[in-house]
């Protein structure tokens, strides 16, 4: 069982916007983090109100455990929080944005399905005089939000390249490389992180790439498009669902032969694909060893961790998400302006952002970054 971590709320005021910013920032989190998550820290709050929070499905643990620290971050606060799942679905998610605002909520904090799409959820309550806070998948094409809170899904690509990289020796090293959903802009974001590492090992012929022909089209150019990331999402995209990523991969498996197997190395973009990728991977008998990444530090996947069957989780670290997130309503409710760490552009206007906390999982690490702070109990996991 996991123990439930107690979320720090504290109002951070503005000292001064970043003038000169990189993807995500001059002072983002960095991965992996050498402190691990701050634990049993009281909340505070200078404000209070009604918060909405609309999330995309029950569908994963990831969002589940989203919902824990949310309702723990407003225990002992004059906060009051309704959560809504949208099961995937725009019309649900839409509904459930306008059943919020019937009940009364004062902000909005809203995981999209479909990035593009909740746009117009976003509109009706920016157009009923509710601030809008995207967390995590950025709404795009409108100005109706107020800030983004995320982790920087270009530095959760870099470390999932990193760590194939890291891994490879020699060359000739079979690449596969899967997406989430082009609906979802943080796809983008972990392909443009990836690719800036691994392009050039690319280049030089540590991997060639087994299962895109989009990206051996575009494997010369250092930095893409959205154009042709799209092109290459396109191909590879999972659309975040475990049995997409598994039918895929097979099919990928059945088209290549012996040549681009052995010993792989497998940028799959969350733990639910990685462990569909990686059994799929396992049942082929001309695969011999395999890297693969994800992200969310689902408990499935830890133990996989520990089993030797998916080698990188990027920890998307929720209780700080959280945090973060909460400063910002805190700010956004008592009319303040929170620190901001870097802006992300929506395809309308660059989106003010606060960034949470990234720690890279691997085998050695899960004591320090996971038990250690609490968010998993030892006997959560077979050793």
């Not at 200078?46 to 994963?60: A, E, K």
């Not at 479909?114 to 995590?136: K, L, M, N, T």
């Not at 802009?185 to 392009?199: A, D, H």
């Not at 990188?312 to 929170?338: E, H, K, Q």
């Amino acid at each position: 069982m996991k123990k439930m971590m107690t979320i720090l709320l504290a109002l951070v005021m503005m000292m001064g916007l970043v003038t000169s910013l990189t993807a995500c920032g001059n002072d983002a989190p960095t991965v992996p983090d050498p402190t691990p998550a701050e634990t049993g820290a009281e909340p505070a709050a200078t404000g209070g109100g009604f918060i909405g929070v609309v999330l995309p499905t029950t569908d994963t643990p990831r969002w589940m455990r989203d919902e824990d620290y949310f309702r723990a971050a407003v225990e002992g606060t004059d906060y009051t929080i309704e959560v809504l799942f949208s099961e995937n679905s725009v019309p649900t998610e839409r509904q459930n944005v306008e059943t919020l605002i019937a009940l009364g909520v004062d902000v909005l904090v809203i995981a999209a399905v479909d990035g593009s799409a909740a746009a117009s959820a976003a509109e009706f309550a920016r157009d009923e005089g509710i601030p809008v806070i995207a967390y995590e998948r950025l709404i795009m094409g409108t100005d109706a939000v107020s800030y983004y809170v995320t982790g920087c899904s270009i530095q959760v690509g870099a470390a999932m390249g990193q760590h194939l990289l890291d891994n490879a020796t020699g060359t000739g090293n079979p690449l596969y490389i899967y997406a989430g959903d082009a609906a979802d802009n943080n796809s983008f974001l972990l392909i443009e992180g990836s690719w800036s590492v691994l392009q050039p090992a690319i280049a030089d012929g540590t991997f060639f790439i087994a299962n895109s022909s989009e990206a051996v089209a575009l494997q010369d150019r250092e930095t893409l498009t959205r154009e042709e990331m799209a092109r290459i999402i396109d191909q590879v995209s999972t659309n975040w669902s475990h049995i997409d990523a598994r039918n895929l991969a097979e099919a990928h498996l059945t088209a290549n032969d012996a040549d681009a197997k052995g010993d792989v190395f497998v940028l799959a973009p969350n733990d639910g694909t990685a462990l569909s990728i990686s059994d799929a991977f396992h049942m082929d008998p001309d695969v011999t060893s395999i890297f693969i990444t994800g992200q969310d530090a689902d408990p499935a996947s830890i133990q996989a961790i520990i089993d030797g069957r998916q080698t990188l989780t990027v920890f998307r670290d929720i209780p700080d998400l959280v945090r973060v997130a909460m400063i910002v309503v805190d700010a956004v409710l008592t009319d303040t302006t929170p620190q901001i760490d870097t802006y992300f552009y929506n395809e309308v206007f660059d989106v003010p952002t606060k960034l949470m906390r990234l720690l890279s999982i691997e085998k050695d690490t899960i004591e320090i970054y996971l038990i250690e702070p609490g968010v998993f109990e030892r006997d959560d996991f077979n050793w």
